[in-house]
Nanobody, 121 residues
Framework: VQLQASGGGLVQAGGSLRLSCAAS????????MGWFRQAPGKERDFVAT????????YYSDSVKGRFTTSRDNAKNTVYLQMNSLKPEDTAVYYC???????????????WGQGTQVTVSS
């Protein structure tokens, strides 16, 4: 499956962005989806994950209550709504597809190219 992330940009602290990740290729609905982010000089960190049906979601503590992930299997797209953004949310955001709902990046099989999110103070 090929993944294309989009929706990143520059936003002021307190603002919102919605990332999208469009999938093509094999059946999108057969994959759990994850969101990760990587800031310069840091490791890739888990942000959120969503099950195949969208009924189960998990979030990192750092984004819980501010970010929401959802998916539209008819459109082969997963979303990450980011509200109340903070400068520490600045990173390249990646979407990933895998067979299980997990926070572990090495359990995802396919990755998108990433989209830059920059939050100014």
């Amino acid at each position: 499956v090929q993944l294309q992330a989009s929706g990143g940009g520059l936003v002021q602290a307190g603002g919102s962005l919605r990332l999208s990740c469009a999938a093509s290729g094999r059946a999108f609905s057969g994959y759990a989806m994850g969101w990760f982010r990587q800031a310069p000089g840091k490791e890739r960190d888990f942000v959120a994950t969503i099950s195949r049906s969208g009924s189960i979601t998990y979030y990192s503590d750092s984004v819980k209550g501010r970010f929401t992930t959802s998916r539209d299997n008819a459109k082969n797209t997963v979303y990450l709504q980011m509200n109340s953004l903070k400068p520490e949310d600045t990173a390249v955001y990646y979407c990933a597809a895998g067979t299980v709902v997990t926070s572990r990046p090495n359990e995802y099989d396919y990755w998108g190219q990433g989209t830059q999110v920059t939050v100014s103070s």
